[in-house]
């Protein structure tokens, strides 16, 4: 899995009423952005391919491996329904074997198709496990580029792809604040984060990420306590996609019995972090990394 951070260095607001203890302060943790799951691709046993049946499982097998390798989440194993599918084939060239590649949709269409690496038709015979991982460690870096371009094409003609509309967000729930934070933050929130860019819904089904919060405030000492929110981002697989902290040292009568001025305050200063979270991972799924090198 693959991090990136952020830091948001924001100056502290000139003027206003006080407490604003969150202005400025968006925390270490920042905006920490994994790269979102990816639909699986199966690579069933090739039923085609010019070997026995053991040589051509151990054939899907490493090329599910190989691939997973460049970031393709792959298994081997059958077709499944609203799962994508490699499909095998392998016909003879002369004194070689060519191994050939066709991506197959959840749809049963073919959305594109690879010739592989030439392998000499007598080692190919033999099935040896040597030689298959070969083939599938030559093939595999061609197979995740066609992959990408595959995942491009399909999000960019789907009008409902991330990259056609605004992303629809859901603000869940907040725990663990005194006095009326957990009900007081969220609905701050709610008032600064909906934009043009973004689009707030009212359930959690609907919505392309979802943000909730943790408020950490250990008993006062002498009237002082040090108050950590967490807000976390999850896209629709419930999969943590990014964090943004606020960390201040606050009197306890700033925020109990209510967080007033506190409370929008921090909420002003999250949706910032959190509207890079969700960006970053927008464009993380339209531009997914190079292959990398093994």
């Given at each position: 899995m693959r991090h990136i951070s952020l830091w948001f260095a924001l100056l502290l607001a000139g003027c206003g009423t006080l407490p604003q203890?969150?202005?400025?302060?968006?925390?270490?943790?920042?905006?920490?952005?994994?790269?979102?799951?990816?639909?699986?691709?199966?690579?069933?046993?090739?039923?085609?391919?010019?070997?026995?049946d053991a040589a051509a499982r151990t054939f899907a097998s490493d090329l599910a491996a190989e691939l997973a390798d460049y970031d393709v989440p792959s298994v081997a194993g059958s077709i499944q329904k609203n799962n994508w599918h490699l499909q095998i084939t392998?016909?003879?060239?002369?004194?070689?074997?060519?191994?050939?590649?066709?991506?197959?949709?959840?749809?049963?269409r073919s959305y594109g198709k690879l010739i592989g690496?030439?392998?000499?038709?007598?080692?190919?015979?033999?099935?040896?496990?040597?030689?298959?991982?070969?083939?599938a460690t030559a093939d595999a870096p061609a197979l995740s580029k066609l992959m990408t371009s595959i995942n491009a094409r399909v999000q960019q003609s789907n009008p409902?792809?991330?990259?056609?509309?605004?992303?629809?967000?859901?603000?869940g729930t907040m725990t663990g604040a005194p006095g009326d934070g957990d009900t007081t933050l969220p609905m701050d929130l709610a008032h600064v984060l909906?934009?043009?860019?973004?689009?707030?819904?009212?359930?959690?089904?609907?919505?392309?990420?979802?943000v909730t919060g943790k408020?950490?405030?250990?008993?006062?000492?002498?009237?002082?306590?040090l108050v950590e929110l967490d807000w976390l981002v999850r896209d629709q697989n419930n999969r943590v996609i990014g964090q943004v902290t606020q960390i201040h040292m606050l009197r306890q009568n700033d925020i109990e019995p209510y967080w007033g001025d506190v409370a929008a305050a921090a909420a002003k200063e999250a949706a910032g972090g959190i509207r890079q979270v969700v960006q970053n991972a927008i464009l993380k799924k339209a531009n997914p990394p190079a292959v990398k090198p093994k």
């Open positions: 203890p969150f202005y400025g302060n968006p925390g270490p943790a920042a905006a920490r952005l994994a790269l979102p799951p990816a639909p699986v691709l199966m690579v069933p046993t090739p039923a085609t391919t010019l070997l026995n392998a016909n003879h060239d002369g004194n070689n074997v060519m191994p050939r590649y066709d991506v197959i949709g959840p749809n049963g690496h030439p392998v000499p038709a007598a080692e190919w015979a033999k099935g040896s496990p040597t030689i298959l991982a070969k083939a409902q792809s991330l990259e056609n509309r605004p992303p629809r967000i859901f603000i909906a934009g043009p860019n973004l689009k707030l819904v009212s359930s959690k089904q609907s919505a392309d990420f979802t408020v950490k405030a250990p008993p006062a000492k002498d009237g002082q306590m």
